[in-house]
């Protein structure tokens, strides 16, 4: 199986400056085919379920703030929310769907410094 | 806008089933794989396995080979997750999303369910 590992666990961080989430797999993402990287990211809040961010390791789902960026190729990669607003507190998740089963980091959660 | 909505928690004892459902609303529910995604104590999510509504075809995760199914019945738009011989480690939100994706197997999810939760106690 393919492991998918975040860093850090938690992070706090102040209104309005950037918050930056790190997600390295035990193997490559990157599938020469396409040209894609096989990665996503999710955020999920209190009591609701997971909401999709970012597929592809760079495509910004329909209707997410353009503060949500991702970055990286082959085994490290990054979500990155450029000015963090207070609706942003959630645990984010990245997922590999390169092969099966399919497997997610163990999630970050992200606070208000 | 597609939506996925599922019934209600459960509790059931060690060595009994469980069996969740998701309606679909908003898309052409054959179209699109279903998947289904647990998540247990603490906040790590793992993946079940698929389900293709249309020709009934299945992937599992290995480690739930032989204990579960997934089902459908498109006359109304919805998917079916049974997991048999429970234990309590099967204590978990079960969540059902959709694959969004056609020509790859393994893909994304958008939308999810709202969660079902499953408790497993004597």
């Known amino acids: 199986d393919i492991v998918m590992t975040q860093s850090p666990d938690s992070l706090a961080v102040s209104l309005g400056e950037r918050a930056t989430i790190n997600c390295r797999s035990s193997?490559?993402?990157?599938?020469?085919?396409?040209?894609?990287?096989?990665l996503a990211w999710y955020q999920r809040k209190a009591g609701q379920p997971p909401k999709l961010l970012i597929y592809?390791?760079?495509t910004r789902a329909s209707g997410v703030p353009d503060r949500f960026s991702g970055s990286g190729s082959a085994t490290d990669f990054t979500l990155t929310i450029s000015s963090l607003q207070a609706e942003d507190v959630a645990v984010y998740y990245c997922?590999?769907?390169?092969?099966?089963?399919?497997?997610f980091g163990q999630g970050t959660r992200l606070e208000i410094k | 806008q597609a939506q996925l909505m599922q019934s209600g928690a459960e509790v059931k004892n060690p060595g009994a089933s469980v069996k969740v459902s998701c309606k679909a609303s908003?898309?052409?529910?054959?179209?699109?794989?279903i998947n289904w995604v647990r998540q247990t104590s603490g906040q790590r999510l793992e993946w079940m396995g698929w389900?293709?509504?249309?020709?009934?075809?299945?992937g599992y995760a290995q480690r739930f080979q032989g204990r579960v199914s997934m089902t459908s019945d498109t006359s109304i738009n919805t998917a079916y997750l049974e997991l048999s011989n429970l234990r309590s480690e099967d204590t978990a939100v079960y969540y059902c999303a959709r694959k969004p994706v056609y020509g790859y197997v393994m893909g994304w999810f958008d939308p999810w369910g709202q969660g079902t939760v499953v408790t497993v106690s004597s």
């Open positions: 193997q490559s993402l990157y599938y020469t085919s396409n040209n894609n990287n096989f």
């Open positions: 908003g898309y052409d529910f054959a179209r699109y794989d």
């Open positions: 997922q590999q769907y390169l092969l099966s089963p399919i497997t």
């Open positions: 389900m293709n509504p249309d020709n009934g075809r299945t």
């Open positions: 592809w390791a760079s």
